[in-house]
Nanobody, 126 residues
Framework: QVQLVESGGGLVQAGGSLRLSCAAS????????MGWFRQVPGKEREFVAG????????NYADSVKGRFTISRDNAKNTVYLQMNSLKPEDTAVYYC???????????????????WGKGTLVTVSS
């Protein structure tokens, strides 16, 4: 049974930091690209960051570049999102996702995610 379980969300003041984790099980984690997405009620889910199976390639939404860092530990089947300099507009439910299996060199994070977690809420107060 595939599971993606996010943790680390919470309430933080603007300018603060949070580190999200996503623990994966039930599939060959090391062969999948992983992504973080977020969604605000009433809006579409948006891509935040992605990382290739090896960790050697990362992608970020323009809105988080220079503030967020995605990383992974294939030995622990876990992907992380370090979020610094948080802004009130970063408030959302954050989801991790897995896709593009088979050690692929490229991944379309917008359309190729296969598995999704249930999300963790991040609230940034002003």
């Amino acid at each position: 049974q595939v599971q993606l379980v996010e943790s680390g969300g919470g309430l933080v003041q603007a300018g603060g930091s949070l580190r999200l984790s996503c623990a994966a099980s039930g599939f060959t984690f090391r062969s999948y690209a992983m992504g973080w997405f977020r969604q605000v009620p009433g809006k579409e889910r948006e891509f935040v960051a992605g990382i290739s199976w090896s960790g050697g390639r990362t992608n970020y939404a323009d809105s988080v570049k220079g503030r967020f860092t995605i990383s992974r530990d294939n030995a622990k089947n876990t992907v992380y999102l370090q979020m610094n300099s948080l802004k009130p507009e970063d408030t959302a439910v954050y989801y991790c996702a897995a896709g593009c299996p088979g050690y692929r060199s490229n991944c379309n994070y917008g359309s190729d995610m296969r598995y999704w977690g249930k999300g963790t809420l991040v609230t940034v107060s002003s």
